[in-house]
């Protein structure tokens, strides 16, 4: 394996931080959708042991809602709040049959992100089941697939001719000039109780984790573009009383803003301009402010994989043999996975293990974020094409 990894320690943490979100009410709230279940949690046993691992845990996100990818958690979580506020409900009684019974008083609130694919559908989604309308806008160079599948529930979609960013820039300013609903996934000063709400709703995926058969992690590693969804798993770590893990953040090495804020050594974040990844979904060259204020503050280790790590560990997690169960995951799931296999399993990586702390001893958990949400990149991919 000819990857290109690095690894930094977090000079910033905080070990006195406290979890700042309290997302019970999330977790009833998503139980009270139609079809809502647990996404699994796969155990990959055999291919723990390759790695001289205690265990790896994955929870496979291609499961949620049939929308093969996370984000509706976050989406119809905050989109729900600011329906049931629209209408003068008291929040505390959020509930999907609630908003039901008020569809003619919604059915013209218009919600407008911006999006790699996979929030944009999640924003689709929400809308369509709770009755309103949703326009999508999408960085240029985005896949047709990803564009079908907003456009498959009813949504607007329109491709810009700008880079992520700038399209979340661009979803703002429409939002503005036509009294829409912004419902975006990152926070900027001003913008923050949205992108809030939108982290609370994501920590679902840790209250479930309680009804399966979890092992506790010794280092949870997960990947970001914006942060949101990172910040969420480690502040939900951080309100349960156990052991804390040791966290790692793991960007793409072609968009790493938290990295290289990191490496300013400042305590501020600071954008990346330039952006070269195929890791769509993780595509994203400046960081949420309400994710940064988390990250900085609780993860142990900052990473960056190039695109060679996430292809290989597609392959390898839909190839899975000896009893362990095979994932599709797409380039932006399985990313962390692939850094724990190539730090675990080559020999140049090996000043990694023993400053992470990994062993034998050692369990992991990764989130697997999506599935093949571009199908002809997971196809070529895993194929060996």
């Not at 647990?38 to 499961?63: G, M, R, V």
Request: aromatic fraction near 10%; glycine fraction near 6%.
């Amino acid at each position: 394996m000819n990857h290109n990894i690095e690894l930094i320690s977090n000079p910033f943490r905080n070990e006195d931080y406290t979890a700042q979100f309290e997302s019970e009410e999330c977790r009833r709230f998503h139980s009270s959708l139609p079809n809502y279940s647990h996404t699994p949690l796969i155990d990959l046993k055999q291919f723990s042991k390759t790695l001289n691992l205690k265990s790896l845990q994955i929870k496979d996100e291609s499961k949620r809602f049939n929308l093969n990818a996370f984000k509706s958690l976050g989406a119809s979580y905050a989109m729900a709040k600011i329906i049931v506020s629209s209408i003068g409900c008291d929040q505390s009684d959020l509930d999907y049959q609630l908003i039901t019974q008020h569809k003619n008083a919604i059915k013209d609130m218009t919600f407008v992100t911006a999006t790699d694919g996979n929030h944009g559908r999640a924003v689709a989604w929400s809308a369509e089941k709770y009755g309103c309308q949703a326009r999508v806008y999408l960085p240029k160079g985005t896949s047709k697939h990803r564009i079908d599948a907003i456009e498959s529930h009813g949504a607007n979609a329109e491709v810009t001719e700008f880079n992520y960013d700038e399209t979340v820039s661009y979803a703002a300013t429409m939002a503005e000039e036509n009294d829409w609903i912004l419902i975006q996934d990152t926070a900027w000063v001003g913008y923050e109780n949205i992108p809030k709400d939108i982290m609370i709703g994501y920590q679902t995926i840790i209250h479930e984790l309680i009804h399966d058969e979890f092992i506790w992690p010794t280092h949870v590693v997960m990947q970001a573009g914006v942060g949101s969804f990172a910040a969420s798993i480690f502040d939900a770590f951080c309100n349960i009383s156990r052991p804390k893990p040791k966290f790692i953040l793991v960007e793409p090495s072609g968009a790493a803003c938290y990295f290289k804020s990191i490496k300013v050594g400042d305590g501020h974040p600071h954008p990346v301009k330039k952006l070269d990844t195929l890791m769509a979904g993780l595509s994203c060259g400046i960081p949420s402010i309400l994710a940064w204020d988390i990250i900085s503050q609780t993860a142990d280790f900052f990473a960056t994989c190039d695109d060679e790590v996430t292809l290989d560990a597609m392959r390898k997690l839909s190839q899975q043999k000896a009893g362990d169960h095979s994932i599709i995951s797409g380039e932006s799931g399985a990313v962390t996975t692939g850094f724990i296999e190539a730090i675990c399993s080559s020999p140049k990586y090996s000043e990694f293990d023993d400053l992470i702390g990994i062993n034998d001893s050692s369990s992991i958990f990764c989130i697997s974020t999506e599935g093949d949400t571009n199908p002809d990149l997971y196809n070529k991919t895993v194929s060996g094409q």
